[in-house]
């Protein structure tokens, strides 16, 4: 049996950054052909750097053969030219949480992707998923796919489809998401926030504001929802590894849109500004061994 028959085989992945690399990460090591799009030429060398980066890290942990290191490799292309999605069966979009930037890209994948029954999905976790169909002359195929951090450690993806999704496109992506990568689906209506961000979004804003207004220290409020509540990181430290410019723009999208969030802690956007990114740039909340190609003097 092909892949093909499980789950789309040909993936696109529009975006390299945290969300994009992870996904495309994913589904590398799930055997899929992964074709990447980036901004601008100039970028896909540190595209394909990056993946191969991450790669290599798992090759060492030992969590893969270097031959399926290789295979993967093999399988990936990365490209500026939205024209070279053309033969995909399923393009995951994972660009800033932007309205106007997905609508962009959205439009650009409708003229680009050649088969019409083609899924189109969007990693937003704050915008409508019926905004970014409306974009497209195939809106039937666009759904909501919406990851989580790492990606290709935790296990769950929401789903998100709208009214007038073809059962073509609910059916693949659900087949991608399980047969195609191993993850679970969450079903979610088309809500600024799905299930998760809903509920977990307010509590790290809670969590920042209570920094912010002196309550405790970062060590203490993330020990008390570790040792206090057993989670496996406390939400300080999940701010970071998300990134600080990610929660603070999901967060401020949320309050733009209805969702569950009234404003944005000061010291968020403070922090993002100042390029206190979190682990990608060494210093968020905590302070971290930066990664190779750490943008310089933001930690
Ligand atoms: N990429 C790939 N693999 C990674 C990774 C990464 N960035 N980070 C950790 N891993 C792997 C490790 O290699 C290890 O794999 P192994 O057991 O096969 O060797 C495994 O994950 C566990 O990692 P560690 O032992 O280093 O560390 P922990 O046991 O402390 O787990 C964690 C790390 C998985 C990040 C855990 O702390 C965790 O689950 N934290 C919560 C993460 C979370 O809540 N994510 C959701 C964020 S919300 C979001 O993304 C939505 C968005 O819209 C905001």
């Not at 769950?156 to 659900?174: I, K, P, Y």
């Not at 944005?264 to 968020?284: E, Q, S």
């Amino acid at each position: 049996m092909t892949v093909s028959t499980l789950a789309p085989y040909r993936v696109g992945v529009v975006g390299c950054g945290t969300m994009g690399g992870g996904i495309a990460e994913a589904c590398l090591r799930s055997a899929l052909d992964v074709r990447v799009l980036v901004s601008a030429a100039s970028r896909v060398d540190a595209a394909r750097q990056r993946l191969t980066g991450a790669l290599d890290r798992a090759v060492a942990k030992g969590r893969l053969a270097p031959a399926d290191r290789d295979a993967a490799l093999g399988r990936l292309t990365v490209t500026a030219d939205v024209g070279e999605l053309a033969d995909r069966e399923l393009v995951v979009e994972a660009v800033v949480e932007d309205l106007d930037v997905k609508r962009r890209v959205f439009k650009a994948l409708d003229g680009a992707v050649a088969d019409p029954g083609a899924v189109l999905a969007s990693t937003t976790s704050s915008l409508l998923v019926a905004d970014l169909a409306a974009a497209t002359g195939r809106p039937g195929c666009v759904v909501g796919t919406h990851f989580f951090n790492p990606v290709p450690v935790m296990a769950l993806v929401e789903v998100v489809t709208v009214e007038g999704t073809g059962e073509r496109a609910a059916a693949t992506v659900e087949a991608f998401v399980t047969a195609g990568l191993g993850k679970q689906v969450v079903r979610a209506r088309d809500r600024c926030g799905f299930v998760v961000n809903a509920l977990l979004v307010p509590y790290l804003m809670a969590a920042a504001r209570m920094y912010e207004d002196g309550v405790a220290s970062v060590e203490d409020i993330d020990r008390g929802m570790t040792l206090g509540c057993g989670h496996p990181m406390g939400p300080l430290a999940l701010m970071d590894l998300i990134g600080i410019d990610t929660i603070a723009t999901v967060a401020q999208s949320m309050a733009d849109n209805g969702g569950p969030v009234a404003e944005v802690p000061a010291l968020l956007t403070r922090m993002a500004r100042d390029g206190r990114l979190g682990r990608k740039t060494g210093h968020g909340f905590h302070r971290y061994d930066p990664p190779p190609g750490a943008p310089r003097g933001a930690a």
